[in-house]
Protein backbone atom coordinates (compact mmCIF):
# COMPACT_ATOMS: atom_id res chain seq x y z
CA UNK A 1 0.00 0.00 0.00
CA UNK A 2 0.85 3.38 -0.47
CA UNK A 3 -1.27 6.03 0.59
CA UNK A 4 -0.76 9.68 -0.11
CA UNK A 5 -2.83 13.10 1.32
CA UNK A 6 -3.76 15.82 -1.74
CA UNK A 7 -3.96 18.65 -0.15
CA UNK A 8 -5.91 22.34 -0.91
CA UNK A 9 -4.62 23.44 -4.55
CA UNK A 10 -3.68 26.63 -5.43
CA UNK A 11 -4.71 27.98 -9.00
CA UNK A 12 -3.37 24.88 -11.45
CA UNK A 13 -1.43 26.57 -14.80
CA UNK A 14 0.68 25.52 -17.26
CA UNK A 15 0.66 22.63 -20.46
CA UNK A 16 0.50 19.20 -20.18
CA UNK A 17 0.04 16.23 -22.48
CA UNK A 18 -1.81 12.99 -20.82
CA UNK A 19 -0.38 9.77 -22.25
CA UNK A 20 -1.44 7.25 -24.91
CA UNK A 21 -4.82 6.28 -25.05
CA UNK A 22 -5.41 3.30 -23.19
CA UNK A 23 -7.99 1.34 -25.13
CA UNK A 24 -6.38 1.93 -29.01
CA UNK A 25 -2.71 1.22 -27.10
CA UNK A 26 -4.32 -2.46 -26.65
CA UNK A 27 -5.65 -2.55 -29.97
CA UNK A 28 -2.67 -1.27 -31.30
CA UNK A 29 -0.15 -3.92 -29.57
CA UNK A 30 -2.75 -6.77 -30.27
CA UNK A 31 -2.98 -6.22 -34.29
CA UNK A 32 0.50 -5.40 -34.99
CA UNK A 33 1.17 -8.52 -33.68
CA UNK A 34 -1.54 -10.66 -35.97
CA UNK A 35 -0.13 -8.32 -39.27
CA UNK A 36 2.76 -9.96 -40.94
CA UNK A 37 5.79 -8.47 -40.82
CA UNK A 38 7.14 -5.34 -38.55
CA UNK A 39 4.46 -2.54 -37.54
CA UNK A 40 5.79 0.67 -35.49
CA UNK A 41 3.42 2.22 -32.93
CA UNK A 42 4.47 6.15 -31.35
CA UNK A 43 2.71 7.22 -28.22
CA UNK A 44 1.86 3.88 -26.75
CA UNK A 45 0.60 4.23 -23.08
CA UNK A 46 3.54 2.47 -21.24
CA UNK A 47 1.01 1.81 -18.31
CA UNK A 48 0.88 -1.47 -16.40
CA UNK A 49 -2.79 -2.85 -18.45
CA UNK A 50 -0.83 -2.18 -21.73
CA UNK A 51 2.33 -3.93 -21.06
CA UNK A 52 0.18 -6.84 -20.00
CA UNK A 53 -1.30 -7.10 -23.35
CA UNK A 54 2.24 -6.96 -25.07
CA UNK A 55 3.80 -9.39 -22.09
CA UNK A 56 1.01 -12.02 -23.30
CA UNK A 57 1.46 -11.31 -26.93
CA UNK A 58 4.94 -11.74 -26.78
CA UNK A 59 4.10 -15.32 -25.03
CA UNK A 60 2.58 -16.42 -27.69
CA UNK A 61 4.97 -15.73 -30.50
CA UNK A 62 5.05 -11.80 -31.91
CA UNK A 63 8.16 -10.05 -31.05
CA UNK A 64 7.42 -7.14 -29.11
CA UNK A 65 10.03 -4.50 -28.08
CA UNK A 66 10.46 -1.01 -26.78
CA UNK A 67 12.74 1.15 -28.94
CA UNK A 68 11.93 4.34 -27.20
CA UNK A 69 9.49 6.29 -24.90
CA UNK A 70 6.35 5.47 -26.36
CA UNK A 71 7.72 3.90 -29.36
CA UNK A 72 7.37 0.12 -30.08
CA UNK A 73 8.07 -2.24 -32.80
CA UNK A 74 6.18 -5.08 -33.23
CA UNK A 75 6.92 -8.14 -35.21
CA UNK A 76 3.87 -9.77 -35.91
CA UNK A 77 2.82 -13.78 -36.51
CA UNK A 78 0.13 -13.33 -38.67
CA UNK A 79 -3.54 -14.21 -37.95
CA UNK A 80 -3.82 -18.21 -37.85
CA UNK A 81 -0.46 -18.11 -36.32
CA UNK A 82 -0.59 -17.59 -32.03
CA UNK A 83 1.02 -19.63 -30.15
CA UNK A 84 0.79 -21.52 -27.32
CA UNK A 85 1.79 -20.21 -24.58
CA UNK A 86 4.14 -21.72 -22.02
CA UNK A 87 3.06 -19.89 -18.94
CA UNK A 88 -0.32 -18.27 -17.81
CA UNK A 89 -0.89 -14.86 -19.37
CA UNK A 90 -0.94 -12.67 -16.25
CA UNK A 91 -3.47 -10.03 -16.80
CA UNK A 92 -3.03 -8.18 -13.66
CA UNK A 93 -5.48 -5.01 -13.02
CA UNK A 94 -6.65 -5.55 -16.42
CA UNK A 95 -10.33 -6.19 -18.36
CA UNK A 96 -9.56 -4.87 -21.66
CA UNK A 97 -6.87 -7.57 -21.94
CA UNK A 98 -8.71 -10.29 -20.82
CA UNK A 99 -11.30 -10.38 -22.67
CA UNK A 100 -10.13 -9.03 -25.80
CA UNK A 101 -7.34 -11.76 -26.08
CA UNK A 102 -10.22 -14.30 -25.23
CA UNK A 103 -11.76 -13.14 -27.90
CA UNK A 104 -8.45 -13.98 -30.09
CA UNK A 105 -7.52 -16.74 -28.55
CA UNK A 106 -11.11 -18.72 -29.15
CA UNK A 107 -10.77 -18.99 -32.68
CA UNK A 108 -7.06 -20.33 -32.58
CA UNK A 109 -6.03 -24.25 -31.96
CA UNK A 110 -4.38 -23.15 -28.56
CA UNK A 111 -5.16 -23.05 -24.52
CA UNK A 112 -4.09 -20.16 -22.65
CA UNK A 113 -4.72 -20.01 -18.44
CA UNK A 114 -5.70 -16.36 -17.82
CA UNK A 115 -4.62 -15.03 -14.21
CA UNK A 116 -5.17 -11.53 -12.65
CA UNK A 117 -5.40 -9.42 -9.41
CA UNK A 118 -7.87 -9.47 -6.73
CA UNK A 119 -9.73 -6.91 -8.52
CA UNK A 120 -10.29 -8.53 -12.19
CA UNK A 121 -10.75 -11.97 -10.32
CA UNK A 122 -14.33 -10.86 -9.30
CA UNK A 123 -15.03 -9.62 -12.55
CA UNK A 124 -17.64 -11.19 -14.61
CA UNK A 125 -16.21 -12.93 -17.82
CA UNK A 126 -19.62 -14.54 -18.70
CA UNK A 127 -20.59 -11.79 -21.25
CA UNK A 128 -16.88 -13.21 -23.39
CA UNK A 129 -17.36 -16.95 -22.85
CA UNK A 130 -21.30 -16.85 -24.13
CA UNK A 131 -20.83 -15.63 -27.32
CA UNK A 132 -17.17 -17.52 -27.77
CA UNK A 133 -18.47 -20.64 -26.67
CA UNK A 134 -20.95 -20.08 -29.57
CA UNK A 135 -18.07 -19.85 -31.91
CA UNK A 136 -16.47 -23.23 -30.38
CA UNK A 137 -14.09 -22.35 -27.53
CA UNK A 138 -14.68 -24.24 -24.70
CA UNK A 139 -13.97 -23.15 -21.24
CA UNK A 140 -13.15 -23.44 -17.27
CA UNK A 141 -14.01 -20.52 -15.52
CA UNK A 142 -13.69 -20.00 -11.47
CA UNK A 143 -17.40 -19.75 -9.56
CA UNK A 144 -17.58 -15.94 -8.29
CA UNK A 145 -19.90 -14.64 -6.18
CA UNK A 146 -23.36 -14.61 -7.00
CA UNK A 147 -22.71 -17.67 -9.84
CA UNK A 148 -20.94 -15.34 -11.98
CA UNK A 149 -17.40 -16.70 -14.22
CA UNK A 150 -14.92 -15.09 -13.23
CA UNK A 151 -10.65 -15.25 -13.46
CA UNK A 152 -8.21 -17.54 -12.90
CA UNK A 153 -9.81 -19.75 -16.26
CA UNK A 154 -8.87 -21.95 -19.01
CA UNK A 155 -10.02 -21.17 -22.75
CA UNK A 156 -9.31 -24.01 -25.39
CA UNK A 157 -9.70 -22.00 -28.38
CA UNK A 158 -11.42 -24.27 -31.68
CA UNK A 159 -10.25 -24.27 -35.14
CA UNK A 160 -12.18 -23.86 -36.85
CA UNK A 161 -14.21 -21.54 -35.37
CA UNK A 162 -17.97 -20.88 -36.30
CA UNK A 163 -19.02 -17.65 -37.33
CA UNK A 164 -21.81 -15.87 -35.99
CA UNK A 165 -24.27 -12.92 -35.76
CA UNK A 166 -23.97 -12.21 -31.78
CA UNK A 167 -26.45 -9.22 -30.65
CA UNK A 168 -24.43 -7.65 -27.82
CA UNK A 169 -26.84 -7.70 -24.38
CA UNK A 170 -24.60 -5.17 -22.42
CA UNK A 171 -23.43 -1.93 -24.25
CA UNK A 172 -20.06 -3.04 -23.99
CA UNK A 173 -16.85 -1.89 -26.05
CA UNK A 174 -14.95 -5.28 -24.83
CA UNK A 175 -17.44 -7.88 -25.97
CA UNK A 176 -18.02 -6.16 -29.21
CA UNK A 177 -14.36 -6.12 -29.74
CA UNK A 178 -13.91 -10.03 -28.64
CA UNK A 179 -16.16 -11.27 -31.01
CA UNK A 180 -14.39 -9.04 -34.21
CA UNK A 181 -11.32 -10.47 -32.69
CA UNK A 182 -12.19 -13.92 -32.83
CA UNK A 183 -13.76 -13.58 -36.56
CA UNK A 184 -9.96 -12.74 -37.81
CA UNK A 185 -9.45 -15.89 -37.90
CA UNK A 186 -13.02 -18.03 -38.51
CA UNK A 187 -13.41 -18.87 -41.52
CA UNK A 188 -16.90 -16.72 -43.15
CA UNK A 189 -18.50 -13.42 -41.68
CA UNK A 190 -18.48 -12.67 -38.33
CA UNK A 191 -21.07 -9.89 -37.48
CA UNK A 192 -21.62 -8.17 -33.83
CA UNK A 193 -25.27 -6.23 -33.48
CA UNK A 194 -24.65 -3.15 -31.04
CA UNK A 195 -28.29 -1.53 -29.92
CA UNK A 196 -26.42 1.30 -28.63
CA UNK A 197 -23.10 2.51 -29.68
CA UNK A 198 -20.08 1.88 -27.85
CA UNK A 199 -16.47 3.18 -28.86
CA UNK A 200 -15.30 2.26 -32.19
CA UNK A 201 -11.63 2.25 -31.88
CA UNK A 202 -11.41 -1.77 -33.13
CA UNK A 203 -13.60 -1.54 -36.06
CA UNK A 204 -11.05 1.98 -37.11
CA UNK A 205 -7.92 0.10 -36.29
CA UNK A 206 -9.28 -3.59 -38.06
CA UNK A 207 -10.02 -1.33 -41.10
CA UNK A 208 -6.62 0.68 -40.98
CA UNK A 209 -4.90 -2.95 -40.74
CA UNK A 210 -6.41 -4.11 -44.01
CA UNK A 211 -9.10 -6.05 -42.39
CA UNK A 212 -12.85 -6.11 -44.25
CA UNK A 213 -14.77 -4.72 -41.69
CA UNK A 214 -18.62 -2.88 -42.90
CA UNK A 215 -20.70 -1.02 -40.49
CA UNK A 216 -24.17 -0.89 -41.33
CA UNK A 217 -26.56 1.81 -39.34
CA UNK A 218 -30.25 1.00 -39.35
CA UNK A 219 -32.73 3.80 -38.86
CA UNK A 220 -32.86 3.29 -35.14
CA UNK A 221 -29.19 3.38 -34.37
CA UNK A 222 -28.47 -0.08 -34.41
CA UNK A 223 -24.96 -1.02 -35.50
CA UNK A 224 -24.61 -4.07 -37.50
CA UNK A 225 -20.53 -4.47 -37.64
CA UNK A 226 -19.29 -7.58 -39.84
CA UNK A 227 -16.30 -8.80 -40.54
CA UNK A 228 -14.85 -11.18 -42.79
CA UNK A 229 -12.39 -14.04 -41.76
CA UNK A 230 -9.01 -15.48 -41.99
CA UNK A 231 -8.23 -12.38 -42.85
CA UNK A 232 -4.62 -11.08 -43.65
CA UNK A 233 -3.50 -8.00 -41.63
CA UNK A 234 -0.57 -5.29 -42.71
CA UNK A 235 2.05 -4.05 -40.65
CA UNK A 236 0.96 -0.36 -39.97
CA UNK A 237 2.38 2.83 -38.23
CA UNK A 238 0.00 3.31 -36.13
CA UNK A 239 0.55 6.75 -33.96
CA UNK A 240 -1.91 6.74 -30.60
CA UNK A 241 -3.66 9.85 -29.61
CA UNK A 242 -3.82 11.05 -25.91
CA UNK A 243 -6.32 9.37 -23.77
CA UNK A 244 -9.66 11.35 -22.92
CA UNK A 245 -10.26 9.34 -19.93
CA UNK A 246 -6.62 10.17 -18.11
CA UNK A 247 -7.35 14.03 -19.51
CA UNK A 248 -10.78 13.81 -17.44
CA UNK A 249 -8.82 14.33 -14.37
CA UNK A 250 -7.66 17.51 -15.15
CA UNK A 251 -10.70 18.53 -17.23
CA UNK A 252 -12.62 18.48 -13.87
CA UNK A 253 -9.37 19.68 -11.78
CA UNK A 254 -9.03 22.98 -13.96
CA UNK A 255 -12.84 23.57 -13.76
CA UNK A 256 -12.86 23.12 -10.03
CA UNK A 257 -9.78 24.65 -8.74
CA UNK A 258 -10.18 28.68 -8.60
CA UNK A 259 -7.52 30.71 -11.01
CA UNK A 260 -6.85 27.95 -12.75
CA UNK A 261 -5.91 27.94 -16.73
CA UNK A 262 -4.25 24.81 -18.34
CA UNK A 263 -3.99 23.50 -21.89
CA UNK A 264 -4.25 19.51 -22.28
CA UNK A 265 -2.56 18.58 -25.64
CA UNK A 266 -3.39 15.64 -27.98
CA UNK A 267 -6.56 14.79 -26.52
CA UNK A 268 -8.72 11.61 -28.46
CA UNK A 269 -12.08 13.52 -28.93
CA UNK A 270 -13.71 9.80 -31.07
CA UNK A 271 -17.76 10.90 -30.46
CA UNK A 272 -17.45 7.32 -28.48
CA UNK A 273 -15.60 8.67 -25.97
CA UNK A 274 -16.17 12.52 -25.89
CA UNK A 275 -19.22 12.52 -23.66
CA UNK A 276 -18.16 13.94 -20.56
CA UNK A 277 -16.86 17.43 -22.51
CA UNK A 278 -20.47 17.68 -23.30
CA UNK A 279 -22.14 16.77 -20.22
CA UNK A 280 -19.16 19.11 -18.44
CA UNK A 281 -19.99 22.32 -21.02
CA UNK A 282 -23.81 21.53 -19.73
CA UNK A 283 -22.91 22.09 -16.73
CA UNK A 284 -21.90 25.39 -17.48
CA UNK A 285 -17.45 24.33 -17.56
CA UNK A 286 -15.80 26.58 -20.00
CA UNK A 287 -13.67 24.00 -22.14
CA UNK A 288 -12.45 25.26 -25.45
CA UNK A 289 -11.01 22.90 -28.27
CA UNK A 290 -8.04 24.35 -30.44
CA UNK A 291 -5.90 22.81 -33.00
CA UNK A 292 -8.77 20.40 -34.37
CA UNK A 293 -6.55 17.14 -36.74
CA UNK A 294 -6.56 13.88 -37.21
CA UNK A 295 -4.35 11.24 -35.02
CA UNK A 296 -4.15 7.71 -36.21
CA UNK A 297 -7.20 8.04 -37.47
CA UNK A 298 -8.82 9.48 -34.78
CA UNK A 299 -10.38 13.17 -34.37
CA UNK A 300 -7.66 15.34 -31.47
CA UNK A 301 -7.71 18.40 -30.11
CA UNK A 302 -5.92 20.42 -27.76
CA UNK A 303 -8.18 21.69 -24.47
CA UNK A 304 -7.94 25.25 -23.32
CA UNK A 305 -10.06 24.24 -19.74
CA UNK A 306 -10.39 27.49 -17.45
CA UNK A 307 -11.78 27.35 -13.53
CA UNK A 308 -15.82 27.28 -14.06
CA UNK A 309 -18.59 27.99 -11.58
CA UNK A 310 -20.90 24.65 -12.16
CA UNK A 311 -24.40 24.10 -11.98
CA UNK A 312 -25.80 20.07 -10.74
CA UNK A 313 -27.79 18.72 -14.19
CA UNK A 314 -29.36 15.51 -14.71
CA UNK A 315 -26.84 13.83 -17.22
CA UNK A 316 -28.49 12.19 -20.05
CA UNK A 317 -28.53 8.15 -19.59
CA UNK A 318 -28.24 7.81 -23.23
CA UNK A 319 -24.30 9.33 -22.84
CA UNK A 320 -23.20 6.76 -20.30
CA UNK A 321 -21.27 4.41 -22.89
CA UNK A 322 -19.46 7.58 -24.07
CA UNK A 323 -18.42 8.65 -20.79
CA UNK A 324 -18.64 5.09 -19.17
CA UNK A 325 -14.56 5.46 -17.87
CA UNK A 326 -15.45 9.38 -16.43
CA UNK A 327 -18.42 9.37 -14.08
CA UNK A 328 -15.93 8.92 -11.01
CA UNK A 329 -14.70 12.36 -11.74
CA UNK A 330 -17.82 13.50 -12.88
CA UNK A 331 -19.35 12.80 -9.55
CA UNK A 332 -16.37 15.06 -8.19
CA UNK A 333 -16.88 17.93 -10.48
CA UNK A 334 -21.00 17.50 -9.60
CA UNK A 335 -19.89 17.61 -5.89
CA UNK A 336 -18.35 21.13 -6.32
CA UNK A 337 -21.41 22.65 -8.53
CA UNK A 338 -23.93 24.26 -7.95
CA UNK A 339 -27.61 22.14 -6.93
CA UNK A 340 -28.12 18.81 -7.29
CA UNK A 341 -26.58 15.82 -10.26
CA UNK A 342 -28.96 13.06 -10.99
CA UNK A 343 -26.96 9.84 -12.68
CA UNK A 344 -28.87 7.05 -14.01
CA UNK A 345 -28.78 4.30 -16.02
CA UNK A 346 -24.84 3.48 -14.67
CA UNK A 347 -25.34 -0.14 -13.44
CA UNK A 348 -22.67 -1.23 -15.75
CA UNK A 349 -20.20 0.92 -13.04
CA UNK A 350 -20.57 -1.64 -10.52
CA UNK A 351 -18.99 -4.78 -12.73
CA UNK A 352 -15.78 -2.47 -13.25
CA UNK A 353 -12.48 -2.28 -11.26
CA UNK A 354 -14.60 -1.81 -8.55
CA UNK A 355 -17.80 -0.88 -7.69
CA UNK A 356 -17.76 2.65 -8.54
CA UNK A 357 -21.15 3.73 -7.53
CA UNK A 358 -20.00 2.24 -4.33
CA UNK A 359 -16.83 2.99 -3.98
CA UNK A 360 -17.26 6.82 -4.88
CA UNK A 361 -20.70 6.91 -2.80
CA UNK A 362 -18.43 6.00 -0.18
CA UNK A 363 -15.18 7.90 -0.48
CA UNK A 364 -16.98 11.43 -1.42
CA UNK A 365 -19.00 11.07 1.48
CA UNK A 366 -16.12 10.45 3.90
CA UNK A 367 -14.79 13.90 2.02
CA UNK A 368 -18.02 16.17 3.38
CA UNK A 369 -20.15 15.31 0.11
CA UNK A 370 -24.04 14.87 0.09
CA UNK A 371 -24.19 12.11 -1.80
CA UNK A 372 -27.21 9.43 -2.37
CA UNK A 373 -26.51 6.03 -4.02
CA UNK A 374 -29.17 4.81 -5.82
CA UNK A 375 -29.19 1.18 -7.69
CA UNK A 376 -28.17 2.86 -11.13
CA UNK A 377 -26.70 5.57 -9.96
CA UNK A 378 -25.70 9.01 -7.93
CA UNK A 379 -27.52 11.68 -7.14
CA UNK A 380 -24.94 14.71 -5.83
CA UNK A 381 -26.24 17.29 -4.14
CA UNK A 382 -23.35 20.26 -4.70
CA UNK A 383 -21.28 22.59 -2.41
CA UNK A 384 -21.88 25.83 -4.82
CA UNK A 385 -17.72 25.89 -5.45
CA UNK A 386 -17.21 25.63 -1.30
CA UNK A 387 -14.21 23.05 -1.20
CA UNK A 388 -15.25 20.21 0.61
CA UNK A 389 -14.00 19.15 4.42
CA UNK A 390 -11.76 16.56 3.27
CA UNK A 391 -11.23 13.20 5.07
CA UNK A 392 -9.78 12.37 8.45
CA UNK A 393 -9.17 9.03 7.75
CA UNK A 394 -8.06 6.95 4.32
CA UNK A 395 -10.18 6.50 1.52
CA UNK A 396 -10.83 2.70 0.00
CA UNK A 397 -9.90 2.91 -3.63
CA UNK A 398 -10.31 -0.91 -3.81
CA UNK A 399 -7.04 -1.30 -6.17
CA UNK A 400 -9.25 1.44 -9.16
CA UNK A 401 -6.83 3.67 -10.69
CA UNK A 402 -9.79 6.19 -11.28
CA UNK A 403 -11.51 5.86 -7.92
CA UNK A 404 -7.88 6.94 -6.30
CA UNK A 405 -7.42 9.41 -9.55
CA UNK A 406 -10.78 11.09 -8.98
CA UNK A 407 -10.76 11.42 -5.19
CA UNK A 408 -7.18 13.18 -5.76
CA UNK A 409 -8.75 15.52 -7.78
CA UNK A 410 -11.05 15.91 -4.69
CA UNK A 411 -8.47 16.71 -2.27
CA UNK A 412 -7.13 19.40 -4.31
CA UNK A 413 -10.59 20.86 -4.01
CA UNK A 414 -11.01 20.27 0.23
CA UNK A 415 -9.48 21.87 3.01
CA UNK A 416 -8.11 19.23 5.54
CA UNK A 417 -7.22 17.50 1.88
CA UNK A 418 -8.18 13.55 1.24
CA UNK A 419 -5.93 10.55 2.12
CA UNK A 420 -6.00 7.88 -0.70
CA UNK A 421 -5.12 4.41 1.04
CA UNK A 422 -3.09 3.59 -2.37
CA UNK A 423 -1.78 5.53 -5.39
CA UNK A 424 -0.08 2.48 -6.85
CA UNK A 425 -3.16 1.19 -9.03
CA UNK A 426 -2.56 4.45 -10.88
CA UNK A 427 0.35 3.26 -12.98
CA UNK A 428 -2.29 0.68 -14.80
CA UNK A 429 -3.57 3.62 -16.80
CA UNK A 430 -2.00 6.95 -16.34
CA UNK A 431 1.86 6.73 -14.33
CA UNK A 432 2.85 10.06 -14.59
CA UNK A 433 -0.47 11.28 -12.97
CA UNK A 434 1.18 12.35 -9.95
CA UNK A 435 4.26 14.14 -11.01
CA UNK A 436 1.64 15.92 -13.44
CA UNK A 437 -0.74 17.13 -11.12
CA UNK A 438 2.25 18.00 -8.83
CA UNK A 439 3.64 20.07 -11.90
CA UNK A 440 0.22 22.13 -12.71
CA UNK A 441 0.03 23.05 -9.14
CA UNK A 442 3.10 25.00 -9.17
CA UNK A 443 2.11 26.52 -11.78
CA UNK A 444 4.23 24.44 -14.71
CA UNK A 445 2.60 21.72 -16.76
CA UNK A 446 4.46 18.89 -18.03
CA UNK A 447 4.07 18.81 -22.14
C1 LIG B 1 -12.83 -0.57 -22.98
C2 LIG B 1 -14.20 -0.61 -22.89
C3 LIG B 1 -14.95 -0.22 -21.69
C4 LIG B 1 -14.10 0.57 -20.70
C5 LIG B 1 -12.73 -0.01 -20.53
C6 LIG B 1 -12.00 -0.09 -21.86
C7 LIG B 1 -12.18 -1.01 -24.23
O1 LIG B 1 -15.41 -1.40 -21.05
O2 LIG B 1 -14.74 0.65 -19.44
O3 LIG B 1 -11.96 0.79 -19.64
O4 LIG B 1 -10.99 -0.71 -24.43
O5 LIG B 1 -12.85 -1.65 -25.05
P1 LIG B 1 -16.78 -2.10 -21.51
O6 LIG B 1 -16.71 -2.26 -22.96
O7 LIG B 1 -16.84 -3.40 -20.80
O8 LIG B 1 -17.86 -1.15 -21.07
Known amino acids: ?51 ATAAAMRAMGAQVERTGEGEWRVDGVG ?26 IASHPITATFVGDASLSKRPMGRVIEPLSLMGASFEASPGAKGIQTLPLMLRGALPAVPIRYTLPVASAQVKSAVLLAGLNTPGI ?20 GAELDVEIEADGTRVISVRGEAELKPQNVTVPGDPSSAAFFMVAGLIVPGSEIVIENVGLNPTRAGLVS ?30 SLRGIEVDPALAPSMIDEFPVLFVAAALAEGRTVTRGLDELR ?48 LDH ?43 GAP
Open 1 to 51: MQPRRFTLSGPLRGRIRVPGDKSISHRAIMLSALAVGESRIQGLLEGEDVL
Open 79 to 104: VGSLLQSQVALEMGNSGTSTRLLMGL
Open 190 to 209: TTVVEPVPTRDHSERMLRGF
Open 279 to 308: VLRDMGGDIEETNAREVGGEPVADLVVRHS
Open 351 to 398: VKESDRLAAMATALGAAGARVEERADGLVVEGSGGEPLRGTDHAIATH
Open 402 to 444: RIAMAMAVAGIASHAGVEIDDTRPISTSFPTFEPMLDGLAQGR
